[in-house]
């Protein structure tokens, strides 16, 4: 009895939907780029090789039996072929060719351009794609922006109509359709014509979208918004969005399913999914399956995996005989394998228990099966949305468990309403279902369905990708050195007995120092010590010393240990008299690595006894140190919190007042230069506010919010740091480095710089309308400003 | 005894501008390189999120998942030089760091050669599959053309047009015209290679550099007026493969049509022809390159006509 239900259920397991692969003639390597069929049902195939392979018996039972023919070589690469009236048409980098066999032996014995009208620079990366064509004749290309170093995350478009989709009229005419795409390496068309285009993860492109192209659009990559009409053609910043309106996918493909995306096409095979859409996905090697509805006027809809592990698939096509090809390649685009040649799926007719089709409801969602359920399936899921921005793709952000009220299946077991309470626009939902079974027994095949909503019905239209504050560019990272030594020496340090005066070793006690008048070190003889007026966290210490002979001093760090330098042999220590530089890096474990002249001297020595922060001291136990040039750096969260808002800059808001200048910076921040103010409207209340800042001038600058002003400044009497409360007189931050501050409303509050709390103000108070940021001979920078 | 680095002490403590520090390499990482195999490498800082097989399943897991090398996930290239510049620069918004400051170039080849062959099939292109051979018919490689010389431009449209006679002619076709003229073999596809987008490697010894490899275009109406060669077709059914071109005026009016074919004569010195067969609806000027003899005039009337350019050739190296 159980052995026999153990069968019934490998039986009913079994997909009806079987891979496998043409088998490529020998020496040949085909990097499918298009694919489409003949009238006799032959395939033709385009390689990024530029070969075009003709195939023979492509849905022979014994896939050995398919044969191949190269009817044309010698290409400019072959992203892309159609087939009109049988006669092909192949997508070169740079010309849409037709290819005449004139004497009839099927060898192609003439290229024919059919236009060449956009631009290319001759960077490698501008990858044409195509070549979708439609009732009328007309041709769809799509081109790929380029890459160049050293910035080569930031896809450009230095040639004209690279980003944008464009159509190629049978008489060779190319109008452009519309721009802001990236790598748009896939096209199809909806049912009603309207044509999709596919781009691919990665800056402004959060993941994979699948875009129905309106005439004149804009997709979201700002690279080619010079290529419109109207618009001044200079290329845009490579961090900050354009003001030009951004569009919405119908989907976005979740990254754990699609993270190179091919092209679409429409299934009317008249099986189980008839009429739905099948996606080709390279990096992942799967094809996907999607739906769209219109909510409201609105297009999006819900995917489904279909068919996994069929290789790097980036072109598909249903071919006549209702077989799914897959043609395939990932020379240096990374894939599954096969990363070449053509693979099938085949069905064997039996439906199979899946999701047919996920319908967005007012509180929920309708989802039918291909089968009927013997009872309601259990329902899990989540919301989130993603960044727009010019990083590399996005994570899911805002993630939230939906709350699932209730499941009905309907009377007939092929309808499941889920009733969820917290559903809303500008998120995509990923749903779970479980115990889900026909009722004759079979499982689901594929248990997950993504859904866009751009729109809930009757509600607005929200973007999925939202507008967040730039990221920093690679270089432009804050540091965080706090220089504790530089002007002032003793400024951040509570001193006894330490002296600022010029040290060499004296020779005829080499125990001792010869001591001059100067500012060349930090001289502490025995019992002398200084130590910061401020504690630390994890972090690094990095300073110079010189030690006499047989001394010993004493480092104590932010954790409470105590390292202890001392005249005897060490890694990287060269002796008495002589200066070295001192890295050590420690957090709340212990001691991670000391590095004296960039050599490893000792690692990883863990913590006794956890301590409360505690100052950096140096002391001075036996002999003499000179030392100088003390810096701290703490390791910093680069992510902000989730506690805390962007500050959203208001332009039209500014004001300026005096000899003083302003631009936005491509780092969305602010930059004020010259010598005035300029304020900046601050709506809503406050207790907190962090932001970067680079200062750079003769002068001065200063930030006032409310009564508290916070001063940038390298020379002169209050220097970066300084607040109402505090003059700083030692250089903390030097000149164009970046520095985080950190202000918090209230008495005896510390103000934090680089992370580190440097000293307790007597009061902060952060009210008031507007932000004011001054300006005498100087220019500052502000960037990412959070505030709680 | 004076210590030179004590001079520099004073600048240190006083305010002065430095250039950004770089931190110290150190000494144990760079005896590491020597040491140091690809695998130890990725043992050492990839394996705790790429997993010791490469399959993504490292102890350390992140909301961007890491990539399985296995399933072939390289979103920046999977060739080693790409995956190399990954491992460098990082990938910007996710988990990867660059390791441009922990690890030598030497490092980041022998890491990236490791991580590369955890990929499944290499559908890399050998140096022998590359090359292009002329046999018994003409053939035609589009594909960008490399400057000739430092001196000159890439061209990212161009036509090789290979003859069995190993004589090889390079045009540029966004406006067409011939560059230069080679003999001996014909061409390599460096475009198959990594993610493509190289320009052809032309083997061929250039015999004819016309007009020092950037002529200007041949044909003007008769006022002047200078006509673009439109690309209308390669054919590659006769003995010499053909370039067909629309010359085209401002207006976009076609001029006249062109069918060009180059070829060898014999004799007691081997000169190029560059033969025309233009079809005029306008009578056209025919400027020829310098070093030339034309045959006819270089007002061509409306109507059939064709002439000759030819063109003497210097011995070149054939590679």
Known sequence: MSIALCITTIVLLQSPYTTDYLTEPDGAVLEVGGMAFMADGDMVVSTRRGQVWRIDNPNSADPTDATFTLICEGLHEGLGLTIIDDEIFVMQRGEVSKLVDLDGDDIIDEVQTVTQDWGLSGNYHEFGFGLPSDSEGNMYISLNVGFWNPHWWHGKSRAPYRGWVLRVAPDGTV?????????????????????????????????????????????????????????????????????????????????????????VIQDKTGGPFDGQYFIAELTNGQVLRAEFEEIDGVLQGACWQAHQRVGSAYHIEFGPDGTLYAGMTNRGWGGLAPGSGVARVKFNGETPLDMKTTHLLEDGFEITFTKALSKAPTVSGQKYDYNYWWEYGSPQQHIEDLTISNVLLSEDGLTATITIENLEAGKCVMLTLGNATATDGSVLLNDQVSYTINKMPGGELVYVAKEVAPPIERGEQVEGWLYLTWLDAFDMWSNDGVALCNAELDIEDPTQFKISEGTGALVATEGESMETTFTANAGKIKFVYMLSQDSETNIQLPNGMTFTLADTELDGYLGAGIWHNALISYNNEGIQKVEINGVNAVTNIPMEATSEP????????????????????????????????????????????????????????????????????????????????????????????????????????????????RAIHANLIDQNEWCTVELTEGSLVPVRLNGVNLYKAGTIELQGNEIKIQVDNAKVEIRRVFIQ | MKYPLILCIPLALANCSTEPEKEPVTQSMESASAMQGGEEIYMLYCAQCHGATGDGNGVLKHDRPARSFIDGGYSFGNTVHAIAKTTAFGIPGTPMPPFVDMLSAEQMESVATYIRNFAPTLAEAREDEKEMVVTDSPLVARGMLPAINPTLKLHPRGIVIGNPDRFSYEYRVDDVRLLSVRQGRFVLRADWGERGGAPLELLGGVVVLVDNGDPDGLFTTKDGEALHAKLKSTNTMHDYGEISYNLVAQDGRVVAQVMETCRTTTGTRTLIEQVFDIQANESILIHPPSNTDVSNAPLVPVGNHSFIITHAIYGGDSK
């Open chain 1, 175 to 263: 109008t452009p359709i519309a721009g802001g795409l990236r790598s748009p390496a896939g096209m199809g068309f909806l049912e009603d014509g309207r044509l999709l285009v596919t781009d691919n993860q990665g800056d402004w492109m959060a993941v994979c979208p699948v875009y129905a192209i309106e005439e004149g659009a804009y997709y979201g990559h700002p690279a080619s918004s010079r290529w419109y009409e109207g618009q001044v053609n200079i290329e845009p910043s490579d961090t900050l969005p354009i003001k030009r309106k951004r569009e919405h996918p119908a989907l976005w493909l979740p990254y754990q399913w699609s993270r190179s995306t091919g092209n």
């Open chain 1, 614 to 725: 505690m100052p950096i001291r140096f002391k001075s136990i036996k002999g003499a140190i000179a030392f100088g040039d003390v810096r701290v750096q703490q390791i910093q969260q680069t992510d902000v919190p989730t506690s805390w808002s962007t500050f959203k800059l208001d332009d039209q808001s500014i004001k300026q007042n005096g000899d003083v200048h302003w631009s936005k910076s491509d780092s969305g921040g602010l930059i004020v230069w010259g010598t005035g103010s300029v304020t900046v409207k601050k709506m809503s209340s406050l207790t907190s506010i962090q932001f970067d800042a680079k200062f750079n001038g003769e002068g001065n600058a200063s930030i006032t919010i409310g009564d508290t002003t916070f001063d940038f400044a390298t020379q002169g009497e209050r220097l970066t740091g300084s607040t109402n409360d």
